[in-house]
C-alpha cells in the first residue's frame, strides 16, 4: 500500500499537472479494472471460513443478559459461571478468554439461574445466559474503546497535510532545476518515504535491539510503540507552527503578504520537516495501532476490530473540518478576518492554528499514557495439544504474542 500511495503522489500527480487530468483519472481507473479482474481471479484460491453469526449479536445478548439478571448478587466464585466449550467451539479457536476480575456487571450474563437450566446438550437462551468466554468478548471490546479514541487526535494532525500544508507547498519555491518544479501536491512523498523508511528501519534494527531488553518477540509492546507516534506527531506539529512563522517572514521580508498567488523566495524544502516526523508518526502510531486491535480483538472478531482502525481515520477526519470550522468562527474578527483566510494564507494565522492541534495532541498523550497505564491484556486459555481438559492448557497473556 505504500508503494502504491508513493506512485501517487508522486507519478500521477506529475500526470494531472503536466499531461492533463482525463489522463490523471485514466490511469488509476485502468489498474482499478485490473485489480478488480486479479481479484475475481484469485477469489476460488481463498480460503473461505464458515459463518459462526454475528458478532454484534453476542454482544447485544450479553448486554441484554446482564440487565435482565442486575438484581441479581454475584456468585463468590467465578468458576460458577457457566461455560459451555461446544457452544464455544467455533468462536475460540485458538483458545478461550479467561475470566477476568473488573466490569463485574457484566459477569452477570453468565449467572446461571433455575430458569436457565436446560438438558445436556442443549443450547441455552443466549439472550438469558451466555458463556464466560462471550462476556470477556464484549470487554476486550469495551478496553479497546479508550485507545481506539486516543488515536483519532493523530490523524486529525496527519490530515493537514492535504490541507493546508498544501497551501503552503504552492505559494513556496519548488523549483529543483530552472525547468523541473516539484508539484505541490507530490510533497507527501516525504512522509511515505520517512514512513517506509521507519519501517524497515524498525523491523531490521530497533526490534532486534529492544528484543535484549524487553523479552518480546516484537521488540516493544503496542502500547509503547503508539506512545512513541503520538510524541513524534506532537513534535510534528510544533515544528510546522515554527516553519509558518519562517514562510510569513519571507513574505513579509520581499513585500509579498498581500500577494496571495505570488511565489515565495523561500524552498519548499523548509516543510520537508514536518512532513518527515508525519511519516515516522505513522510508522509507529498507526501500524501499533492496527496490530493492536488485531491482536486484543477476541477471535471472532478480528476483521472487525481490523475495521476500527479505519473508522478512527474517518473520525479523524471529520475531527480535522470540525476543528477547522471551530476555529474559522472563535477566531473571526469583525474584519471578516480570521486565523485560516481562504483568500490569502500570508493574513492568517496559521501557526496559531497548528500550535492549538500541538496543544490539544499533549493533552491527548496524556490521556493516552493514563489508559494505556490502565488497560488490561486479554489472557487466553491456550487448548492443550493432547487433551482438551482444562489441566492440560495454559494461560498466556495476548500480549505476549
Same mark, same amino acid.
Given at each position: 500500500?505504500?508503494?502504491?500511495?508513493?506512485?501517487?503522489v508522486?507519478?500521477?500527480?506529475?500526470?494531472?499537472?503536466n499531461?492533463?487530468?482525463?489522463?490523471?483519472?485514466?490511469?488509476?481507473?485502468?489498474?482499478?479494472?485490473?485489480?478488480?479482474?486479479?481479484?475475481?481471479i484469485?477469489y476460488?484460491?481463498?480460503?473461505?471460513?464458515?459463518?459462526?453469526?454475528?458478532?454484534?449479536?453476542?454482544?447485544?445478548?450479553?448486554?441484554?443478559?446482564a440487565?435482565?439478571?442486575?438484581?441479581?448478587?454475584?456468585v463468590s466464585?467465578?468458576?460458577l459461571?457457566?461455560?459451555?466449550?461446544?457452544?464455544?467451539?467455533? $468462536?475460540? *479457536?485458538?483458545?478461550k /478468554? =479467561?475470566?477476568?476480575?473488573?466490569m463485574?456487571?457484566?459477569d452477570k #450474563? %453468565?449467572?446461571?439461574?433455575?430458569?436457565?437450566?436446560?438438558?445436556p446438550?442443549?443450547?441455552?437462551?443466549?439472550?438469558r445466559?451466555?458463556?464466560?468466554?462471550?462476556?470477556?468478548e464484549?470487554?476486550?471490546?469495551?478496553?479497546?474503546?479508550?485507545?481506539?479514541?486516543?488515536?483519532?487526535?493523530?490523524?486529525?494532525?496527519y490530515?493537514?497535510?492535504?490541507?493546508?500544508?498544501l497551501?503552503?507547498a504552492?505559494?513556496?519555491?519548488r523549483?529543483l532545476?530552472?525547468?523541473?518544479?516539484?508539484?505541490?501536491?507530490?510533497?507527501?512523498?516525504?512522509?511515505?518515504v520517512?514512513?517506509?523508511?521507519?519501517?524497515?528501519?524498525?523491523d531490521?534494527?530497533?526490534?532486534?535491539?529492544?528484543?535484549?531488553y524487553?523479552?518480546?518477540?516484537?521488540?516493544?509492546?503496542?502500547?509503547?510503540?503508539?506512545?512513541?507516534?503520538?510524541? $513524534?506527531s *506532537?513534535?510534528?506539529? /510544533? =515544528?510546522a507552527?515554527?516553519t509558518?512563522?519562517k514562510?510569513?517572514? #519571507? %513574505?513579509?521580508?520581499h513585500g509579498?503578504q498581500?500577494?496571495?498567488?505570488?511565489i515565495?523566495?523561500?524552498?519548499?524544502?523548509?516543510?520537508v520537516p514536518q512532513y518527515?516526523?508525519?511519516?515516522?508518526?505513522?510508522?509507529?502510531?498507526?501500524?501499533?495501532?492496527?496490530?493492536?486491535?488485531?491482536?486484543?480483538?477476541?477471535e471472532?472478531m478480528?476483521?472487525?476490530?481490523?475495521?476500527l482502525?479505519?473508522?478512527?481515520?474517518s473520525?479523524?477526519?471529520?475531527m480535522?473540518?470540525l476543528?477547522?470550522?471551530?476555529?474559522?468562527?472563535?477566531?473571526?474578527r469583525?474584519?471578516?478576518?480570521?486565523?485560516?483566510?481562504?483568500?490569502?494564507l500570508?493574513?492568517?494565522?496559521l501557526?496559531?492554528?497548528?500550535?492549538?492541534?500541538?496543544?490539544?495532541?499533549?493533552?491527548?498523550?496524556?490521556?493516552?499514557?493514563c489508559?494505556?497505564?490502565?488497560?488490561t491484556?486479554?489472557?487466553?486459555?491456550?487448548h492443550?495439544?493432547?487433551?482438551?481438559?482444562?489441566?492440560?492448557?495454559?494461560?498466556?497473556?495476548?500480549?505476549?504474542?
Open positions: 500500500m505504500g508503494v502504491s500511495i508513493l506512485v501517487a508522486t507519478v500521477l500527480v506529475y500526470i494531472q499537472d499531461v492533463g487530468w482525463g489522463w490523471g483519472l485514466g490511469v488509476p481507473t485502468i489498474a482499478m479494472f485490473l485489480s478488480i479482474i486479479t481479484f475475481i484469485g476460488p484460491l481463498y480460503r473461505h471460513m464458515d459463518p459462526a453469526g454475528s458478532p454484534f449479536t453476542r454482544l447485544l445478548q450479553v448486554s441484554v443478559s440487565f435482565k439478571k442486575r438484581k441479581l448478587a454475584m466464585d467465578p468458576n459461571l457457566y461455560r459451555n466449550d461446544e457452544l464455544d467451539a467455533s $468462536i475460540s *479457536v485458538g483458545g /478468554l =479467561v475470566h477476568t476480575p473488573d463485574t456487571f457484566l #450474563a %453468565a449467572i446461571v439461574t433455575e430458569e436457565d437450566i436446560v438438558k446438550g442443549q443450547a441455552p437462551n443466549l439472550w445466559l451466555n458463556t464466560i468466554h462471550r462476556v470477556e464484549l470487554k476486550a471490546v469495551i478496553r479497546m474503546g479508550p485507545i481506539w479514541a486516543a488515536g483519532i487526535l493523530l490523524i486529525t494532525a490530515a493537514q497535510q492535504n490541507t493546508f500544508s497551501q503552503q504552492k505559494t513556496m519555491n523549483h532545476t530552472k525547468s523541473f518544479e516539484i508539484p505541490a501536491g507530490s510533497m507527501t512523498v516525504f512522509t511515505m520517512s514512513m517506509l523508511s521507519t519501517i524497515a528501519l524498525y531490521r534494527v530497533l526490534v532486534r535491539i529492544a528484543r535484549r524487553t523479552g518480546l518477540d516484537r521488540g516493544i509492546s503496542f502500547l509503547h510503540r503508539m506512545g512513541i507516534g503520538f510524541m $513524534i *506532537v513534535l510534528a506539529t /510544533l =515544528v507552527g515554527f509558518e512563522v514562510r510569513k517572514e #519571507a %513574505a513579509l521580508a509579498l498581500d500577494k496571495a498567488h505570488a515565495i523566495p523561500i524552498s519548499v524544502f523548509w516543510l518527515s516526523l508525519h511519516g515516522i508518526a505513522e510508522a509507529f502510531m498507526s501500524i501499533g495501532h492496527l496490530e493492536f486491535f488485531y491482536d486484543q480483538a477476541p471472532s478480528r476483521s472487525t476490530a481490523t475495521a482502525f479505519w473508522t478512527a481515520i473520525v479523524g477526519n471529520y480535522s473540518t476543528l477547522v470550522s471551530l476555529v474559522h468562527k472563535f477566531s473571526a469583525a474584519d471578516g478576518s480570521n486565523w485560516l483566510p481562504d483568500n490569502n500570508n493574513e492568517g494565522k501557526e496559531y492554528f497548528y500550535w492549538l492541534i500541538t496543544a490539544l495532541q499533549v493533552v491527548n498523550l496524556i490521556y493516552y499514557i489508559c494505556a497505564k490502565l488497560y491484556y486479554k489472557p487466553i486459555q491456550i492443550g495439544k493432547d487433551s482438551e481438559s482444562e489441566g492440560d492448557a495454559g494461560v498466556e497473556l495476548a500480549s505476549k504474542v
